[in-house]
């Protein structure tokens, strides 16, 4: 055989190849996904995050028409699950439901960044704090309360449920931006630091909005405000913190992000149906009784939020001593 024959069959055979892998990437783009997926979370299960998450994945299983089985991973302050997601292949059926939690936790530790080491769905929903005083102190809304603490440096005590957590890093902006200073007290739990709220041995706390719906109209407790920058449906009625705190704004959010070097194609297609599963409207209704409101996002944007929510946080934990 020539070399100018050999050559040509050599191109051909290379053609060849070129045009099976394109069919098989087309094939594969058609048959995801063909076994259940895993959505992995950072929290336990009858917590927040794991009521929102049931609430998607129902939905979303019907839509991708496999099965989906939420694997909580809770511990690290959500960073074992992290670690598990980050570890896993690439595939698809390995999905990270994060949270603001999360997100503290790895910008604090500085390892498994949202933004940088994992491959972005997009954003699913918002959920706001709520800042929430005692009944025994006598503050009625939050410019009542910064005159109050003022008045009282470090002697007004607040709960979280552990250092660098989003109740913490709540009251932390809050100080920073209001000038005035206050008492971390750290709780195992939110639920501990809302029974010590309720009986006045801690006089503030910031729990979000669904943990709050039970004890509103117990007497012992009054909101002053809500996280949001705008006022919203989830807790109407209630207004802003930064109408008296301008610039401040602390939203807890969930989002979906899956192991870096994803294939495109499988990205395209989980965003696809996570927001036909958000922006269904009787999803968003149920999603609102529970506590968040719909919020999808491509994930371009996501990733850019992320990395936009990773400066500003890092600032406020910067300013806070907290690491």
């Given at each position: 055989?020539?070399?100018?024959?050999?050559?040509?069959?050599?191109?051909?055979?290379?053609?060849?190849?070129?045009?099976?892998?394109?069919?098989?990437?087309?094939?594969?783009?058609?048959?995801?996904?063909?076994?259940?997926?895993?959505?992995?979370?950072?929290?336990?299960?009858?917590?927040?995050?794991?009521?929102?998450?049931?609430?998607?994945?129902?939905?979303?299983?019907?839509?991708?028409?496999?099965?989906?089985?939420?694997?909580?991973?809770?511990?690290?302050?959500?960073?074992?699950?992290?670690?598990?997601?980050?570890?896993?292949?690439?595939?698809?059926?390995?999905?990270?439901?994060?949270?603001?939690?999360?997100?503290?936790?790895?910008?604090?530790?500085?390892?498994?960044?949202?933004?940088?080491?994992?491959?972005?769905?997009?954003?699913?929903?918002?959920?706001?704090?709520?800042?929430?005083?005692?009944?025994?102190?006598?503050?009625?809304?939050?410019?009542?309360?910064?005159?109050?603490?003022?008045?009282?440096?470090?002697?007004?005590?607040?709960?979280?449920?552990?250092?660098?957590?989003?109740?913490?890093?709540?009251?932390?902006?809050?100080?920073?931006?209001?000038?005035?200073?206050?008492?971390?007290?750290?709780?195992?739990?939110?639920?501990?630091?809302?029974?010590?709220?309720?009986?006045?041995?801690?006089?503030?706390?910031?729990?979000?909005?669904?943990?709050?719906?039970?004890?509103?109209?117990?007497?012992?407790?009054?909101?002053?405000?809500?996280?949001?920058?705008?006022?919203?449906?989830?807790?109407?009625?209630?207004?802003?913190?930064?109408?008296?705190?301008?610039?401040?704004?602390?939203?807890?959010?969930?989002?979906?992000?899956?192991?870096?070097?994803a294939p495109k194609h499988i990205v395209a297609r989980l965003h696809k149906e996570f927001a036909r599963t958000v922006n269904a409207p009787d999803m968003r209704e149920r999603l609102i009784k529970v506590g968040v409101e719909p919020a999808m996002s491509s994930p371009e944007e996501f990733r850019e939020f992320l990395r936009k929510e990773s400066q500003r946080m890092g600032a406020v934990l910067k300013d806070a001593?907290?690491?």
């Amino acid at each position: 055989m020539s070399d100018r024959v050999a050559c040509r069959a050599l191109c051909v055979i290379l053609a060849c190849l070129g045009l099976s892998a394109a069919v098989a990437n087309v094939r594969a783009a058609d048959v995801y996904p063909i076994r259940p997926i895993r959505i992995v979370l950072g929290s336990a299960a009858g917590s927040g995050s794991d009521v929102v998450t049931r609430v998607l994945s129902n939905r979303f299983s019907e839509n991708i028409g496999q099965p989906v089985v939420v694997d909580n991973r809770a511990g690290a302050s959500g960073l074992i699950g992290a670690e598990i997601v980050s570890k896993s292949a690439p595939d698809g059926y390995t999905i990270w439901v994060a949270t603001l939690t999360q997100h503290l936790s790895s910008t604090i530790q500085k390892k498994l960044l949202l933004d940088r080491e994992f491959e972005p769905i997009g954003l699913l929903a918002h959920t706001p704090f709520m800042l929430v005083a005692s009944a025994s102190i006598p503050v009625k809304n939050t410019e009542e309360l910064i005159a109050y603490a003022k008045a009282r440096p470090g002697k007004l005590f607040f709960g979280s449920s552990g250092t660098g957590g989003s109740l913490h890093v709540c009251i932390e902006m809050f100080q920073s931006l209001a000038g005035v200073k206050m008492t971390h007290v750290p709780y195992k739990g939110s639920a501990m630091a809302i029974t010590d709220l309720m009986t006045g041995e801690i006089q503030l706390s910031c729990p979000p909005v669904a943990s709050m719906q039970p004890f509103l109209n117990n007497g012992k407790l009054r909101v002053l405000g809500v996280t949001t920058r705008d006022e919203t449906a989830l807790a109407p009625g209630y207004p802003p913190i930064s109408q008296a705190v301008p610039g401040y704004a602390f939203p807890g959010w969930y989002g979906a992000l899956m192991p870096l070097k994803a294939p495109k194609h499988i990205v395209a297609r989980l965003h696809k149906e996570f927001a036909r599963t958000v922006n269904a409207p009787d999803m968003r209704e149920r999603l609102i009784k529970v506590g968040v409101e719909p919020a999808m996002s491509s994930p371009e944007e996501f990733r850019e939020f992320l990395r936009k929510e990773s400066q500003r946080m890092g600032a406020v934990l910067k300013d806070a001593h907290i690491d």
